[in-house]
């Protein structure tokens, strides 16, 4: 069985979604479709598929559609793939606020197709590593820094939206739990919307802290995590986790590095979206997931505590 693919959005994500579609043999890349007709013929020839010019025919077209536009535009693609019956794929976050969130969840739900949420670090071998050993061992501090140079594709939402929900994500995953308490600092220095933001949750007895920005000027992707006899350092871009255990009151640890077999997570997070609309059943990231992560970023935004 292979799926008939397409993408909405040709920006930086829907590169690289083109890319690893025509990898993937699961996959029959059929098109694209981008309100930049010309930018999407380009990429559509680099791959031998047809560049649409408009959404209705390419939804025609595709059993299944990868929404890569900007998070304005969310709500108003994803339901009318959902209403054409079509599976969908949208790139985090879901959408601009919960409520239309989880008026994408429910159509999905109510045209029986599968809906999966684009939080990608879930795919990351580190957080999945992290997973696994957390699994009988109880964090106390987790502290996660995303920060890197501000993106000009992005116009329609802040740091929040677009890089602490990644954070936000992987709390709930590693946690499995909603946070008791959240409160945030954030400003904008250079636009509109937030470029800067201190977030603090409390999980039981585990405290939380991300910290997020667009004026550094290089990417920085790393997770730290405290438990009761262990230090973990994860780099979630170099794929790297370090661990320091046996440590004493004198100073001294011992340090050494977890063997992590590289993936792109993209590329599994994909292949994740296959096998749930095989199988027919909800993805790893599905709408609720999707929808507990805005309602906590919103919070972040409205400074509710």
């Given at each position: 069985?292979?799926?008939?693919?397409?993408?909405?959005?040709?920006?930086?994500?829907?590169?690289?979604?083109?890319?690893?579609?025509?990898?993937?043999?699961?996959?029959?890349?059929?098109?694209?479709?981008?309100?930049?007709?010309?930018?999407?013929?380009?990429?559509?020839?680099?791959?031998?598929?047809?560049?649409?010019?408009?959404?209705?025919?390419?939804?025609?077209?595709?059993?299944?559609?990868?929404?890569?536009?900007?998070?304005?535009?969310?709500k108003e693609v994803a339901i009318k793939a959902i209403e054409m019956k079509k599976h969908v794929f949208v790139e985090k976050p879901l959408a601009a606020t919960s409520k239309d969130a989880l008026e994408i969840y429910e159509e999905s739900r109510k045209q029986n197709v599968t809906l999966m949420v684009g939080?990608?670090?879930?795919?990351?071998?580190?957080?999945?590593?992290?997973?696994?050993?957390?699994?009988?061992?109880?964090?106390l501090i987790i502290s996660i820094t995303r920060v890197g140079p501000f993106p000009p594709r992005i116009k329609d939402t802040g740091i929040i939206l677009d890089l602490g929900i990644h954070d936000i994500d992987i709390l709930s995953f590693l946690l499995e739990s909603d946070p008791d308490k959240v409160s945030?600092?954030?400003?904008?220095?250079?636009?509109?919307?937030?470029?800067?933001?201190?977030?603090?949750?409390?999980?039981?007895?585990?405290?939380?802290?991300?910290?997020?920005?667009?004026?550094?000027?290089?990417?920085?992707?790393?997770?730290?995590?405290?438990?009761?006899?262990?230090?973990?350092?994860?780099?979630?871009?170099?794929?790297?986790?370090?661990?320091?255990?046996?440590?004493?009151?004198?100073?001294?640890?011992?340090?050494?590095?977890?063997?992590?077999?590289?993936?792109?997570?993209?590329?599994?997070?994909?292949?994740?979206?296959?096998?749930?609309?095989?199988?027919?059943?909800?993805?790893?990231?599905?709408?609720?997931?999707?929808?507990?992560?805005?309602?906590?970023?919103?919070?972040?935004?409205?400074?509710?505590?």
């Amino acid at each position: 069985m292979r799926v008939r693919a397409g993408i909405a959005g040709i920006g930086k994500m829907g590169k690289i979604h083109a890319r690893i579609l025509s990898e993937l043999n699961e996959y029959e890349f059929v098109g694209i479709y981008d309100t930049d007709f010309k930018e999407a013929s380009t990429i559509a020839e680099k791959y031998s598929v047809k560049a649409y010019q408009t959404l209705e025919e390419l939804l025609e077209s595709v059993d299944a559609l990868i929404i890569s536009t900007p998070t304005s535009t969310h709500k108003e693609v994803a339901i009318k793939a959902i209403e054409m019956k079509k599976h969908v794929f949208v790139e985090k976050p879901l959408a601009a606020t919960s409520k239309d969130a989880l008026e994408i969840y429910e159509e999905s739900r109510k045209q029986n197709v599968t809906l999966m949420v684009g939080h990608v670090e879930r795919f990351n071998p580190v957080i999945q590593k992290l997973k696994e050993i957390l699994s009988d061992k109880k964090p106390l501090i987790i502290s996660i820094t995303r920060v890197g140079p501000f993106p000009p594709r992005i116009k329609d939402t802040g740091i929040i939206l677009d890089l602490g929900i990644h954070d936000i994500d992987i709390l709930s995953f590693l946690l499995e739990s909603d946070p008791d308490k959240v409160s945030c600092l954030k400003n904008s220095c250079t636009g509109n919307y937030e470029d800067i933001a201190i977030i603090s949750l409390k999980y039981g007895n585990c405290l939380a802290h991300i910290l997020t920005n667009w004026l550094t000027p290089f990417k920085v992707r790393k997770i730290e995590v405290a438990t009761e006899t262990d230090y973990f350092v994860g780099n979630l871009i170099d794929q790297k986790l370090t661990r320091y255990t046996k440590y004493t009151v004198e100073g001294s640890y011992i340090a050494y590095e977890i063997p992590i077999r590289y993936k792109e997570p993209i590329k599994e997070e994909l292949l994740e979206f296959y096998a749930a609309i095989k199988e027919r059943r909800e993805p790893l990231v599905d709408g609720r997931v999707a929808i507990k992560n805005i309602e906590i970023a919103i919070k972040c935004l409205s400074g509710e505590n």
